[in-house]
């Protein structure tokens, strides 16, 4: 035990513990009548008991219940209306407030907020649990049938008790996500969005698009492998650079340069929880110091530009603020720290977090493998990247180990690193520095004449080139975003470089000006 701990503060945030549930759905199962449908809130209850399992003795659980003042549920890819309140109430922690945390708050947030709340003597502990059981529903759907909590009417559940009404509390998100340019548009897709960025990152390195597929292969199958040895990723299969590269016969092309494997995979049965308190609390509750996981900076920013108003399309000034506030509190580079998880929805999104964060750039920054293979449950992948980094960190005492977060598309940035030793932690939300490091530029989606292309991706119609989204700069200083279906654009698009290259914008199409 660290000399240090008996002079922590009763009121120091500590993490406890972490939980997880994985459900494996066979292809071909469609879980018939009469067997146990495993639904979202069912993924969230096993994981929520799973971590408070470790964080106390069976005699010390209701003790610790008592003392739990938020449970926290960020929304998913179901109708659930207040989940938080069912789990507080199965656990046994009703008078608990409970919040709903919707899409566009970024997965983050909870965690800072009961650090703050633990912080201040607000509250001695907060249960935080997300999950998903997305490879379930689609399999029950294949055969005709519903699971509960996926349609509009919400089925009643634990024989007629609904899922508890109304929330405490429903944070909303703060700002644009998407700018009205780009929903006019139609880029809504988050792999569309991401491949620009991937496209405009290459061209500012000044990488050929041969090279930047390989770059692109070579740090997802780095990615696969941490996967392959991780038994609790959804598909470790292993996957070869070359067939990562391209689009083929099993990895179907979305949007260049990104193939099926590419994408997070979020049609997974998965959830995690965290338990966070006091360490008076944890004291108190008699669990043993070697379980304790201490945060060392918890920072986010609410600044929100979405894709196409950033000047630069391939940089993430935001994070970068999060990342030098980080090191300058560390006093160590953040490429110093042990182990990472950076949030890998796409390439795109750890690509650009290498440079912006200055780690390196030649090895991929995981311990599960990410969400393209370990699994990506649709709103909740903060956690189980914390519950896998808090199970490492207790097996290297002492070391450092971060965990980012992306709300949106490179919207908003999240960034924590937690350590078995205690330390002052730096809580804040940097989105007016942000804010200052984001240059922005106004946005269309209607112009005419000259543009010089910033960024684009080609989509396709099964496995043929069919149109193009295409972000280009206006001769005015504005920038456009529309499509194209210009023949020869498509062609060129997913074997040249066609950033900087002239296009003639017509309303909210164009085509080659040369």
């Known amino acids: 035990m660290s000399s240090g701990f008996g002079q922590l503060d009763e009121r120091t945030p500590v993490l406890i513990a972490v939980g997880t549930a994985h459900h494996r759905v066979s292809p071909e199962s469609s879980q018939p009548a009469g067997t146990e449908v495993i639904d979202a809130l069912r993924m969230m209850e096993l994981a929520a008991r799973s971590a408070l399992g470790q964080a106390v003795s069976t005699s010390r659980l209701a003790q610790l219940l008592r003392n739990v003042s938020l449970v926290a549920v960020p929304e998913g890819d179901w109708k659930f209306e207040n989940p938080a309140r069912a789990i507080a109430t199965r656990l046994g922690c009703e008078s608990a407030r409970t919040v709903r945390v919707e899409i566009g708050v970024p997965q983050h947030a909870p965690i800072r907020a009961a650090l703050l709340g633990i912080q201040s003597g607000q509250m001695q502990a907060a249960l935080i649990v997300g999950g998903e059981a997305k490879a379930t529903q689609l399999s029950i759907e294949r055969a005709g049938g519903i699971v509960p909590g996926t349609s509009a009417d919400v089925a009643a559940l634990d024989g007629g008790a609904l899922d508890g009404g109304a929330p405490d509390e429903r944070w909303t998100p703060e700002g644009e996500i998407m700018a009205e340019a780009e929903i006019a548009a139609g880029i809504w897709s988050a792999v569309e969005q991401?491949?620009?960025?991937?496209?405009?990152?290459?061209?500012?390195?000044?990488?050929?698009?041969?090279?930047?597929?390989?770059?692109?292969?070579?740090?997802?199958?780095?990615?696969?492998?941490?996967?392959?040895?991780?038994?609790?990723?959804?598909?470790?299969?292993?996957?070869?650079?070359?067939?990562?590269?391209?689009?083929?016969?099993?990895?179907?092309?979305?949007?260049?340069?990104?193939?099926?494997?590419?994408?997070?995979?979020?049609?997974?049965?998965?959830?995690a929880a965290m338990v966070l308190c006091s360490v008076g609390l944890a004291r108190e509750l008699g669990v043993p110091t070697d379980q304790w996981v201490f945060p060392r900076v918890a920072l986010e920013s609410s600044l929100s530009v979405s894709l196409t108003k950033r000047a630069e399309i391939g940089r993430w000034p935001a994070m970068k603020v999060l990342g030098d506030a980080a090191a300058a509190h560390l006093q160590q580079a953040l490429n110093q720290v042990k182990y990472a998880e950076v949030y890998s929805c796409f390439p795109a999104a750890v690509r650009v977090q290498q440079r912006e964060l200055g780690l390196a750039q030649d090895q991929a920054p995981t311990l599960t493998g990410g969400m393209a293979f370990a699994g990506g449950p649709f709103n909740n992948f903060t956690y189980q990247a914390t519950a896998a980094m808090v199970d490492q960190l207790r097996q290297d005492?002492?070391?450092?180990?971060?965990?980012?977060?992306?709300?949106?598309?490179?919207?908003?940035?999240?960034?924590?690193?937690?350590?078995?030793?205690?330390?002052?932690?730096?809580?804040?939300?940097?989105?007016?520095?942000?804010?200052?490091?984001?240059?922005?530029?106004?946005?269309?989606?209607q112009g005419s004449g000259l543009a010089s292309i910033a960024s684009y991706t080609v989509t396709y119609a099964g496995t043929d080139p069919s149109s193009a989204f295409v972000i280009a700069d206006l001769a005015d200083g504005r920038r456009w975003i529309g499509t194209s279906t210009d023949s020869e654009l498509l062609a060129e698009g997913v074997t040249a470089e066609l950033i900087g290259r002239q296009v003639i914008v017509t309303g909210s199409s164009c085509e080659f000006a040369d």
């Open 194 to 271: 991401y491949a620009c960025i991937d496209a405009a990152l290459r061209y500012c390195e000044g990488q050929s698009v041969p090279d930047h597929l390989d770059s692109i292969a070579s740090l997802w199958q780095q990615f696969n492998q941490v996967a392959s040895l991780n038994p609790d990723a959804a598909f470790g299969t292993p996957r070869s650079a070359e067939f990562l590269r391209v689009a083929g016969p099993g990895n179907r092309p979305l949007a260049f340069p990104y193939a099926k494997w590419h994408s997070t995979q979020w049609a997974v049965d998965q959830a």
């Open 397 to 445: 005492p002492g070391s450092l180990g971060l965990v980012t977060t992306v709300s949106g598309l490179l919207t908003k940035p999240a960034l924590a690193v937690w350590s078995t030793e205690p330390g002052e932690v730096l809580i804040a939300d940097l989105g007016a520095q942000a804010a200052a490091a984001t240059a922005v530029r106004e946005v269309t989606n």
